[in-house]
């Protein structure tokens, strides 16, 4: 909260007007709960460092620096906290990939699945351009030069929203192609933004079956 001050004395020489702030401390289980979250964010950070330059091929996995940082969705409906993970050569190539999910809920098997391809990874370390997630070779485009998408818009879809390979699911509809956000780098964007059917809005940072999939009716 912030309160006015009328007047504040220096010394007694002079008095001049100030705002005066006033806080108000956190209790001691509010900061060691937000110190305990800071503490496993920063352990999962490491985790999927080590994972993903465990990952990269050895010839040039020296080459290579990773960056995890957790993502919050800009739009005020939206609901998970995505991890993004940032693989940067020291040629300037590389990319990024991202997991619908939070850092402490990181598997080495779902990062496994989603990481880049061997052949991916050595373009990037030579600098040179390489998509990832990967498009088929007849995949068509659309007038503004993207791929066709699997889905369009009001087509009833899974995501992937938890660790668990078969609970880790919610289902919703497609609301848009080709979702961006105004804080992502130039030409970054993600396939999807889907409604769940809970409410929330998420992100599909990929289009392939281990983030996003068609729906199974039962």
């Known amino acids: 909260p912030f309160i006015s001050q009328p007047r504040g004395c220096f010394n007694i020489l002079f008095c001049v007007s100030l705002p005066l702030l006033m806080f108000l401390p956190k ?3 509010e900061a060691n709960a937000e110190a305990k979250a800071e503490a496993e964010r920063k352990a999962a950070y490491i985790r999927i460092e080590k994972w993903s330059i465990d990952a990269v091929p050895s010839a040039i996995s020296g080459d290579v620096q990773i960056n995890v940082q957790e993502v919050q969705c800009g739009d005020p409906d939206c609901a998970p906290i995505d991890t993004a993970i940032a693989i940067v050569f020291s040629s300037g190539g590389g990319g990024m990939m991202g997991l619908p999910m939070e850092a402490r809920e990181v598997t ?14 050595t373009k990037w370390s030579r600098g040179e351009d390489a998509e990832w997630p990967p498009y088929e070779e007849d995949d068509l485009f659309n007038d503004a030069g993207l791929p066709q998408l699997r889905f369009d818009v009001g087509q009833k879809v899974e995501c992937r929203i938890g660790p668990d390979p078969v609970t880790g699911w919610a289902p919703g509809t497609i609301s848009q192609l080709w979702y961006r956000e105004p804080n992502w780098p130039p030409n970054s964007v993600a396939p999807y933004k889907v409604q769940l059917d809970d409410g929330r809005n998420i992100f599909a940072p990929g289009d392939v079956d281990q983030v996003i999939r068609q729906r199974t009716m039962a």
């Open 27 to 29: 209790s001691d289980a």
């Open 108 to 121: 080495k098997e779902l990062l496994l699945d989603s990481f880049p391809t061997e052949e991916v990874l």
